[in-house]
Structure formats: structure tokens, C-alpha cells
Nanobody, 114 residues
């Protein structure tokens, strides 16, 4: 299993970023997928999930209304559109099949700061 997140960066509060996660080594289209994030000094936080076929999505209260999860099963890629970013969104973002057990692959750093 390989999971490589990308698209992070430095953005001002109120800005937007679109994260991508390229998956390989497993049948991506069969799996419920998740985004999680880790910030310094904090426990891992689940951010969002999506059904294998993309029909249902779920969000943490902290990001609801601002983030949108999606997927392209033909490309084995998971996305996270992040709008109205806040400083508390800062962290390393990972995609994973299982937030508790991983694997988490390579994350991407998101820094929201003025």
C-alpha cells in the first residue's frame, strides 16, 4: 500500500488549498477512505471520510461547511478541498484507509498563517 499526499503549503487565513492523495498497491475503488491531520502537541484528528463509491461523505464538526472530500476512482486519487482556512487547520494531512491502524503514507504540510 502506498499513499502519497500532496498540495499542502503556506496560506493566509481565509485562503484555500486542494490536497490530493495518490493511492497504489490496493484496490482503491473498494475502500472507504479518510483524511486525518496531526498538529504539533495534539493528537491525531479525523477530518473527513468518503464511501468507496463516493456516495456519502462525513466531516468533523471543526471543518464542516469549509472542507469537501471527493475521489476519482479511475485515477485512484482522493481529494480534500479546503476553503476558509483557519490557523487551527495547520498540521500535516494524511490519507488513510484506517485512521486507527494506518497505513498513513507520506503526509503534506498545511500551514495557515498571516
Amino acid at each position: 500500500v502506498q499513499l502519497q499526499a500532496s498540495g499542502g503549503g503556506l496560506v493566509q487565513p481565509g485562503g484555500s488549498l486542494r490536497l490530493s492523495c495518490a493511492a497504489s498497491g490496493f484496490a482503491f475503488s473498494n475502500y472507504y477512505m479518510n483524511w486525518v491531520r496531526r498538529a504539533p502537541g495534539k493528537e491525531q484528528e479525523w477530518v473527513s471520510s468518503i464511501f468507496a463509491d463516493g456516495s456519502n461523505t462525513f466531516y468533523a464538526d471543526s471543518v464542516k461547511g469549509r472542507f469537501t472530500i471527493s475521489r476519482d476512482n479511475a485515477k485512484s486519487t482522493l481529494y480534500l478541498q479546503m476553503n476558509s482556512l483557519k490557523s487551527e487547520d495547520t498540521g500535516v494531512y494524511y490519507c488513510t484507509q484506517d485512521p486507527e491502524k494506518g497505513p498513513w503514507g507520506q503526509g503534506t504540510q498545511v500551514t495557515v498563517s498571516s
